[in-house]
């Protein structure tokens, strides 16, 4: 598939935790294989209506006030938390940054690849501040 700019791209759908580790990588996906064929059975929508806790979480005075409210709360907390692990990830291997000259079965499979070893990076290092590009 190729993108808006002419480059060939692929989804991702991944899962993360609060420890910045990626729980459920599936790669493959051909471009823009519409995101609500990839996100069918997997989007959790926030609750429209109710509050949404962005900002709020230091303060008692907006302490979610249901369950509805709290979901929202843990929602924004938790896509703070994807737009932190994407961006570490990005900036850690920077070969996801242009155009990728290997297969498209490579390039799925490097995402596995580079996912599993972000995780490990992640937890015996404790640092996200070195940069990984690989080799043709």
Same mark, same amino acid.
């Given at each position: 598939?190729?993108?808006? =700019?002419?480059? &060939?791209? *692929?989804?991702?759908?991944?899962?993360?935790? +609060? @420890?910045? %580790?990626? !729980?459920?990588?599936?790669?493959?996906?051909?471009?823009?294989? =519409?995101?609500?064929?990839?996100?069918?059975?997997?989007?959790?929508?926030?609750?429209?209506?109710?509050?949404? =806790?962005? *900002? @709020?979480?230091?303060?008692?005075?907006? @302490?979610?006030?249901?369950?509805? %409210?709290? +979901?929202?709360?843990? =929602?924004?907390?938790?896509?703070?938390?994807?737009?932190? &692990?994407?961006?570490?990830?990005?900036?850690?291997?920077?070969? +996801?940054?242009?155009?990728?000259?290997?297969?498209?079965?490579? *390039?799925?499979?490097?995402?596995?690849?580079?996912?599993?070893?972000?995780?490990?990076?992640?937890?015996?290092?404790?640092? @996200?501040?070195?940069?990984?590009?690989? !080799?043709?």
């Amino acid at each position: 598939y190729r993108n808006r =700019h002419g480059n &060939i791209s *692929q989804s991702v759908l991944a899962l993360c935790n +609060f @420890d910045l %580790e990626f !729980m459920y990588v599936l790669s493959g996906w051909e471009g823009l294989a =519409h995101d609500s064929e990839l996100l069918n059975d997997a989007f959790l929508a926030l609750f429209r209506g109710v509050k949404y =806790h962005l *900002q @709020d979480f230091a303060s008692q005075v907006n @302490d979610p006030k249901n369950e509805k %409210e709290l +979901f929202n709360l843990h =929602h924004g907390s938790l896509r703070n938390v994807i737009n932190k &692990i994407f961006g570490t990830f990005k900036s850690r291997f920077t070969n +996801f940054k242009s155009t990728s000259p290997f297969l498209f079965k490579t *390039q799925v499979e490097l995402v596995l690849a580079c996912t599993t070893l972000h995780n490990f990076l992640h937890k015996e290092c404790r640092s @996200d501040e070195f940069s990984i590009e690989l !080799m043709d």
